[in-house]
């Protein structure tokens, strides 16, 4: 019968315990939230995203969320619940303003109850403020777009600087508006394929169901009802002023 030396065996003993006492692996866990964040229950249960300064205040405020989360950002119960995207500095406040969201929000934007819940497109700074006013968006929303009661809902289009702004102003866009457009309730509503040039369609209902057939120009289309049911196109500077006789200058 072979038997092992003393050498082998005080060799496999000295292996055995250099395994056994390995130093162990950390396992990677949540971010640790900065001071001030993650204030009421559940504020970041299940959080993997990394958190600022005063961020997630509020009950499941920033629950299973996986974006960025700015400084005083997410406020309010569910405000940031189940985002992916990169929220800003006091972006996303009161509840469930960006549950849902999957774009990247700007500074001090998506303000009020559901403002961006379940957006998908990029909202600048200081857009989408007023209750669902980007929720169910896929457009890019530029800075200060979007103000006012479901201003931009299920929007697909781009909406330029200052524009879409009083309440249901751009509801179910799929046009491009530009910059310091579609100011007034309904204002584009409904607005079809056919783009907005810069400080057109400004009046209530303006250019509601409009733009089917062309685009409208520059500085048209501006007045209460001005090009309401109108596909365009629209020559630039054209179709201005008061309704006449309880119809639109352009309307159709």
């Known amino acids: 019968m072979i038997r092992p030396s ?17 130093p162990s692996i ?3 866990g949540p971010p640790k939230p900065p001071a001030g964040s ?15 300064p005063n961020a997630c205040v509020g009950i499941a405020s920033c629950f299973n969320n996986a974006g960025s989360i700015g400084k005083d950002a997410c406020h309010d119960g569910q405000a940031c619940q189940e ?4 929220v800003g500095e006091g972006a996303c406040q009161v509840n469930q303003a960006c549950a849902g969201n999957h774009g990247t929000v700007g500074k001090g934007a998506c303000v009020g109850l559901s403002a961006c819940g379940d957006n998908t497109g ?4 200081g857009a989408c403020v007023g209750p669902g006013a980007c929720s169910d968006n896929s457009g890019r929303i530029s800075k200060l777009a979007c103000q006012g009661v479901f201003a931009c809902i299920e929007n ?6 200052n524009s879409c702004v009083d309440d249901f102003s751009c509801v179910h866009n799929k046009g491009t508006i530009a910059k310091n457009s579609c100011h007034g309730t309904n204002a584009c509503r409904d607005h079809l394929e056919g783009s907005v040039s810069a400080g057109s369609c400004n ?11 062309g685009a409208i120009g520059t500085g048209a289309c501006n007045g ?3 090009c309401l049911n109108n596909p365009g196109p629209i020559a630039a500077g054209t179709c201005n002023g008061p309704p006449v006789s309880g119809k639109g200058v352009c309307e159709m």
Do not use: K, P, Y
Request: proline share 0%; charged share 10%; glycine share 20%.
């Open 6 to 22: 003393r050498a082998l065996i005080v060799l496999l003993l000295t292996l055995g315990l250099a395994v056994l006492f390995l």
């Open 26 to 28: 950390a396992v990677a």
């Open 38 to 52: 993650c204030i009421n229950t559940f504020a970041c249960f299940g959080n993997t995203g990394s958190l600022g």
């Open 83 to 86: 985002n992916t995207g990169a």
């Open 122 to 125: 990029a909202v600048g700074e």
């Open 156 to 161: 697909e289009g781009s909406v330029g600087e």
């Open 203 to 213: 009046g209530g209902s303006a250019c509601q169901n409009g733009g089917a057939d």
């Open 224 to 226: 209460d009802r001005a």
